[in-house]
């Protein structure tokens, strides 16, 4: 599904997401601090962190919804701040809050989206039948949203978020309120985005059973700081623990440092 210059990108070492030195308050209160952590092409990484961590207000710095006072961000090495439209182009996101539009049907809201990224009509109808086959929604494509169940709205969301190829995919709690089979088979389902299409996925989570322990990158973020970095094995011999949730445990256990969130 990719583009040439996708292939392009992923054969590169520049990184889908690069965050440097990011640190943001909502006035007083201080969300983020010197935020600093990568997401290569290619990997699932996990966002860990506990309720009030700064996952959100990150993904909505990434996003551009807020901008950073400070640091620096950037998209297949495109900057968020100076070069934003090169950037936003190879995002796709998944809200944690469902953004569809219930009374559309999800063949018109994949391409009520892919119009706002100037897709053409017949270019839209051939990439909406290949993400939803991917995701057995090809024959529910003609219903209202309003009739999907949580699962299948999520499955569209995560259609719609690939629609315009991108390099980054984010995805901010996107299992809450679903069931385990269904969470399960979203999870598995980025994995293979991420090993067959060599995207980059940034998976925003408080729940270790999400995380693969033999295959993705975590980047554990407690009170605005990231805590630790790396292969999950690396992270769990850094802190000496004998499991990703232990390991975890003891990252989050800490009194918040001096200017971070409280
Ligand atoms: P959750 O898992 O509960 O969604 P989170 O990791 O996404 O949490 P954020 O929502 O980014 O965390 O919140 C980080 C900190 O910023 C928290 O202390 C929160 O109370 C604070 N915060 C978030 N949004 C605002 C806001 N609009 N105004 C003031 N403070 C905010």
Known sequence: ???NNTQQDHGSAIPALSVESVSFGYGERQALSDVRFTAPAGRFTALLGPNGAGKTTLFALITRLHRAPSGRIAILGHDLATDPGAALARLGIVFQQPTLDLDLSVAQNLRYFAALHGIGRSEANRRLEEELSRLDMLERAGEKVRKLNGGHRRRVEIARALLHRPALLLLDEPTVGL????????????HSLCRDEGIAALWATHLIDEIDPA??????????RIRDEGDVAEVMKRSGAPSLANAFDRLTAEAPREGAAA
């Open 1 to 3: 599904m990719q583009t």
């Open 179 to 190: 069931d385990l089979p269904t969470r399960r088979r979203l999870i598995d389902h980025v």
């Open 215 to 224: 295959a993705d990158r975590v980047v554990v973020l407690h009170r605005g």
